[in-house]
């Protein structure tokens, strides 16, 4: 049974104190966020620093793409979370087994079908971008050898979702700083050594994917965690493939749908000219940063909600959720007024240009004030989500993206309601209203509980 052989990394989430547990197991999680912000940036200044300005426009220019592949891999990794957290709260290792194998397979599959997909349809998506002549190759080259990798980064994400989903999220952390001191380093020896170009750099990404997907595979295999994987036992489960796509899916939309919403957004931004869209592009960094505890918090107690719906343990479930939305209130208002009163500051640390920094502060107090909004959503979100509910989730994104592009473009663009002659406000105004939106939709499903009903049969039958 999963309950009977906890290794030291491993927190059973359906014992012990809610509050303690949470805190152990969400740390890991805040600080992978955090490495992983702190990497991107440092992956950047490398390209820019050795290559120049094409090289680094040309890594970014397909930035949206990518990152809405990996988004992809995420959600769908989000499934295998909810699903083994729920087989371990239930002590269901016959369906724990089921999960992680079904899981590992499945990451092969949708790792080839994403690669051949995005990367037969690579020109047609950069023309799409309307990627500049001087840049496209090396957009090109970049983009279809970070595609190539699609597979290495599934499998980490499928075997840390597997391994968070049991109650460990110690060393998902621990491998991601491994693989992306690694990727630095191979970041430079290819770049500044070898002289690879922006092939370089999109080498050392796959490369770094591909150790850390090997590597959490081999931690899975054996014995380990009171789960049996290994090469004979590697087949896909028909109703556990379907409980987990019907959750990744689902989220994986969501995140497919925002990026694509973003890029609407975008397009409004860049009308108001290069200091507006300067100052979003460092709004949009800060608020990165900002949100990195929430979403912590959202992935943390959706395994929370998996392994007490597993378990059965329905107060225990209520009293994690409260705590979950106090954290996550405490969190947000306080970064908020922080945020607030050092604007400029924080702003002044992208650029010394005064207007910018004018804008950029305005958009960060602005923003401050209903931080709130926001990271209720990431909370809620979790909670459902960590029943096996990804459906309504999913819609409110549509919602949040579609009311956030329509009040955008009346306040922004038509110039429905402008304050102090400044329309791109408007932006901002979008995104809080559509943020209110959604986490309103979200707190009257949470609130008439069916979320619950949603839990995985395969498990329910055990129980």
């Not at 947000?332 to 804008?359: D, H, N, W, Y």
């Not at 931080?371 to 819609?395: D, K």
Request: net charge positive; charged share 10%.
């Amino acid at each position: 049974m999963a309950a009977d052989k906890i290794k030291s990394s491993q927190i059973d989430l359906t014992e012990g104190g809610v509050a303690s547990g949470l805190m152990r197991f969400m740390w890991p999680i805040i600080l992978g966020n955090l490495f992983t912000q702190v990497y991107n940036m440092v992956d950047s200044i490398i390209v820019g620093r050795f290559l120049g300005g094409e090289a680094l426009a040309a890594v970014g220019s397909s930035f949206s793409i990518t990152m809405m592949i990996y988004s992809f891999c995420i959600s769908v990794g989000a499934g295998a979370t909810v699903v083994i957290s729920q087989c371990y709260g239930a002590h269901d290792k016959e369906n724990m087994d089921k999960t992680a194998n079904t899981a590992l397979v499945l990451a092969l599959v949708v790792g080839i079908a994403i690669t051949i997909g995005f990367g037969l349809s690579a020109r047609g998506l950069l023309n799409l971008l309307n990627t500049p002549s001087n840049i496209y190759e090396d957009a090109y080259t970049y983009y279809i050898i970070v595609v190539i990798g699609t597979v290495g980064h599934l499998y980490y994400q499928m075997g840390s979702s597997i391994l968070r989903g049991l109650g460990d999220s110690a060393w998902p952390l621990r491998l991601l700083i491994f693989c992306s001191v690694f990727n630095i380093l191979a970041d430079l020896l290819f770049v500044v050594k070898f002289d690879m170009g922006v092939a370089g750099a999109a080498w050392a990404t796959i490369l770094a994917q591909l150790i850390s997907g090997i590597a959490v595979v081999f931690r899975l295999c054996g014995k380990r965690y009171g789960i049996t994987v290994s090469p004979g036992t590697l087949r896909i489960d028909g109703s556990i493939a379907k409980s987990m796509l019907k959750i990744g899916i689902p989220a994986g939309m969501q995140q497919l749908v925002f990026a694509a919403g973003s890029s609407v957004v975008q397009s409004f931004t860049n009308s108001f000219g290069s200091d507006v869209v300067a100052a979003q592009s460092t709004i949009i960094k800060i608020d990165g940063f900002i949100m990195l505890p929430m979403q912590a918090i959202g992935t943390s107690i959706q395994t929370f909600v998996g392994q007490n719906i597993g378990a059965n343990k329905t107060e225990r479930l209520k009293e994690g959720s409260r705590l979950a939305m106090l954290f996550c209130a405490v969190i947000s208002v306080g970064l908020g007024i922080v945020i607030m009163a050092i604007a400029p500051l924080g702003v002044s640390l992208f650029t010394s240009e005064k207007e910018i920094i004018r804008i950029g502060a305005i958009g960060l107090r602005t923003l401050g004030c209903f931080y709130i909004f926001m990271a209720a959503n990431q909370v809620l979100t979790g909670i459902v989500r960590g029943a096996g509910a990804s459906f309504v989730p999913m819609v409110c994104a549509f919602i949040n993206i579609a009311v956030r592009i329509i009040i955008g473009y009346l306040l922004a663009i038509r110039g429905v309601f402008v304050y102090n002659n400044e329309p791109f406000r408007g932006l901002w105004y979008a995104m809080i209203i559509s943020n209110f939106i959604s986490i309103a939709i979200m707190w009257m499903y949470y609130r008439k509980g069916t979320w619950k009903n949603a839990r995985i049969a395969q498990v329910r039958a055990k129980i």
